[in-house]
């Protein structure tokens, strides 16, 4: 689910930032609660709280740079130390804090009033290019599948639905392999088997005839498949 945050403590400017964004996103043809969800937060300590619980929370931060009685500045490099993931646009009356912004990598800066087409396309192209680029995303009949990249294992063809191996449970999805495979980036996806693709991301070690996970998963790698297999491997880990 794409997961934004907006951070500021003017309730009137949350109300009508959650609707621009809300009704971007509905224009994308997604429904909230179901492909993405907004959390409106009107202290630093709300927001910090939230990615103490869970630094991947949130996708996409819209931050005031006057948050409170906090410097937003600071906020948000205290959770980029904490390697909290998620992009971030700053919202603010003031200039003056554009240069200092740079150190905690900025989509961009926004000057209150703050104008909303402007805001609704960065939301689009954030969730279209550095979103959707970095998951896939599923449907099979009413059920929507989203699943981060670097949060999958391995992917295993098994009686007409596809499973996607997680670190902490497992996933299906009503389709084939064949159809999966070319939504799975080469960087760093690996066919290993007629059966599974490996996300060269999470192995640890590659041998004869296995692929072993940092989740503790141990995946088979057959004898057609092993030797580009071993070769992407080295490729990946060069890289």
Known sequence: MYH???GDDDPLFLRETEDLVSDCLKA???????DFDIDCLSTSQSLLAALEMDRNRYQLLLLDV???QDNGLDVAAALRRRQAAFRLIYITSHRDYVFDSFDTRPLHYLLKPVDGEKLAALIREDYRRRYLGARLYLKSGGRHLSLSHRDICAVE???????FHLRDRTEEWNG????LSPELPGWCFCRCHNSYFVNLAHVTELVRYEARLDSGLTVPVSKRFYKPAIEQYIAFLKD
Do not use: D, N, P, Y
């Open 4 to 6: 934004i945050a907006i």
């Open 28 to 34: 994308e043809g997604l429904e909230r609660h179901v």
């Open 66 to 68: 006057e948050f409170g």
């Open 157 to 163: 063809a098994a009686q007409h639905r596809v499973l």
């Open 176 to 179: 084939s392999l064949r159809t």
